[in-house]
């Protein structure tokens, strides 16, 4: 692993420890060279994921772009990034073991909200508000009104 601060290919593993989920192993590394220390994450890929998204553009699945909408949508709730970590690496595993490479970009949007209505129903309605592109008072009032209607 190369040091982020001196660039140094030749760093060393001081501790390993799986995460509280065993989804990933958090790696702390020394850099010999420079002295400084850093964490590392290390991940299984099942597979490769294809995100097609809705004018048939094809990109690579990027989970910190999950992750970052996510905490997004949680900002100033009563959530942890622990569970927004478990959350994206349970949307990640659904779809790694899905058996499909190429996710339509909708269906990524439909698991993400899925999660953050079972979390947050305010963060549900505030990735709806951008995931549904809402434009006036009336697409909140509407989606809320559905949601009444669910509960």
């Known amino acids: 692993m190369r040091c982020p601060f001196c660039g140094n290919n030749d760093t060393q593993v001081k501790d390993s420890r799986p995460s509280e989920d065993n989804a990933t192993i958090r790696r702390r590394r020394y850099c010999p060279s420079c002295?400084?220390?850093?964490?590392?994450?290390?991940?299984?890929?099942?597979?490769?994921?294809?995100?097609?998204?809705?004018?048939?553009?094809?990109v690579p699945f990027d989970r910190e772009k999950v992750q970052r909408s996510m905490e997004i949508a949680l900002r100033k709730r009563p959530t942890t990034?622990?569970?927004?970590?478990?959350?994206?690496?349970?949307?990640?595993?659904?779809?790694?073991t899905s058996g499909e490479t190429e996710i339509p970009s909708k269906a990524i949007g439909e698991l993400i909200m899925e999660r953050l209505m079972e979390v947050d129903k305010v963060a549900y309605v505030r990735f709806a508000s951008v995931y549904k592109d809402f434009h006036e008072v009336k697409d909140f009032d509407e989606f809320i009104e559905k949601l009444g209607d669910r509960n």
Request: proline letters at 0%; aromatic letters at 4%; charged letters at 35%.
């Open 81 to 96: 990034s622990d569970q927004i970590e478990r959350i994206v690496n349970g949307i990640q595993r659904h779809l790694e």
């Open 35 to 58: 002295g400084s220390r850093f964490t590392t994450f290390e991940r299984v890929h099942l597979r490769e994921l294809t995100v097609v998204k809705s004018d048939g553009e094809k």
